[in-house]
């Protein structure tokens, strides 16, 4: 029997001559002790031959050394060879176990490993089975989007009509409006032929307004000679030179002038009376809302159908709307 020492243990290695070994392993936490171990071919057959040859080389020793004188001599030699051939073999023997400690070790990692490959094996087959539902589960959203989609195509389907049916709609539209167009182009073209015609009327409207006021100056300076005639207030006779170039010294009209104020700008009121109602400047008016006295207002400037003054006296502010009155005439007939 030999021994070897550890840090982490002590083995216990015995053999037989049938050629098996036993190794007893003892340490703190470690395995139990008396386990066989199983050895290989090659160190039963190192060990048998070892102890064949342990066998022989005893015979010849022992009879080397009954042959010789000095035998004490020659087995204490051969006794240290014998003791350094058991230190070798038990370094070889200690050697074997190291190493069959470390394939348990080795053994025991790779058991641990398979452990841990089967927890991940575990794991992969989990995520298999959710990937499995998850594909259901994209399968059936995939049927419902399909639907959704075939539904979407339906509508698409029904707005391409409607947008064809809207462009049809469309053209007849910009036809209509074409057409519309060249009917306003004309009717504009037709607009301007008729204003230019009314600016020629107009025109002409004018010229017959100053030929009109020209005509009523000269039938109201006929009208005061004759008045001038009748009252005695010469003795020349009507067809005289004198009657020729005749002028009132304060305008008068043969009848009361009567209208209403247009607009007001700042002092400025202008009335919708002018020349061709006998209107003249430096007349005064009299403005009157109802019975209520508003002011006086002095003409300055005269046109054919409006005139224009700055007010002399006010009781109270005009408006538009608001009557007037020539003064001289509204006097003569207080009188």
């Excluded at 008045?227 to 009848?255: D, K, Q, W």
């Excluded at 104020?261 to 003249?280: K, M, W």
């Excluded at 009299?286 to 006010?314: C, F, M």
Aim: charged residues 25%; hydrophobic residues 40%; proline residues 2%.
């Amino acid at each position: 029997m030999w021994c070897a020492a550890r840090a982490c243990g002590t083995f216990r290695v015995r053999t037989s001559v049938a050629g098996s070994a036993r190794v007893d392993y003892q340490a703190g936490g470690g395995s139990p002790v008396g386990r066989r171990l199983p050895l290989s071919t090659l160190t039963k057959v190192f060990i048998v031959l070892l102890v064949v040859l342990s066998i022989a080389f005893t015979s010849m020793t022992v009879s080397i050394v009954a042959q010789t004188a000095d035998w004490r001599e020659t087995a204490e030699r051969y006794e240290e060879h014998a003791r350094v051939a058991n230190a070798n073999l038990e370094q070889m023997i200690a050697a074997n176990a190291a190493e069959l400690a470390a394939a348990y070790d080795a053994t025991k990692g790779h058991l641990d490993r398979i452990a841990e490959l089967q927890g991940q094996v575990q794991e992969a087959r989990n995520e298999a089975a959710q990937l499995r539902t998850d594909l259901a589960r994209a399968a059936s959203e995939k049927s419902g989007s399909e639907a959704i989609n075939r539904g979407l195509l339906a509508q698409l389907d029904a707005c391409t009509a409607g947008r064809d049916q809207y462009r049809a709609h469309r053209d007849k539209l910009e036809k209509r409006n074409i057409d519309l167009e060249r009917r306003n182009i004309d009717l504009n073209d037709r607009v301007n032929e008729q204003t230019a015609q009314i600016a020629v009327m107009m025109e002409q409207k004018r010229q017959l307004e100053q030929q009109v006021h020209i005509v009523k100056t000269e039938n109201e300076n006929l009208a005061r000679a004759a008045r001038r005639i009748s009252t005695g207030m010469t003795l020349e006779e009507p067809s005289g030179a004198a009657m020729a170039n005749v002028n009132a010294s304060t305008p008068i009209a043969p009848t009361a002038i009567r209208g209403q104020v247009v607009e007001i700008s700042d002092n400025i009121v202008t009335l919708s009376v002018g020349a061709v109602d006998g209107v003249r400047k430096d007349m005064i008016f009299v403005i009157h809302r109802d019975d209520q006295y508003v002011g006086d207002l002095k003409i300055n400037v005269v046109d054919p159908n409006q005139s224009a003054g700055r007010l002399v006296t006010s009781a109270v502010p005009p408006m538009a709307g608001d009557l007037v009155t020539d003064a001289a005439r509204l006097g003569g007939s207080q009188g």
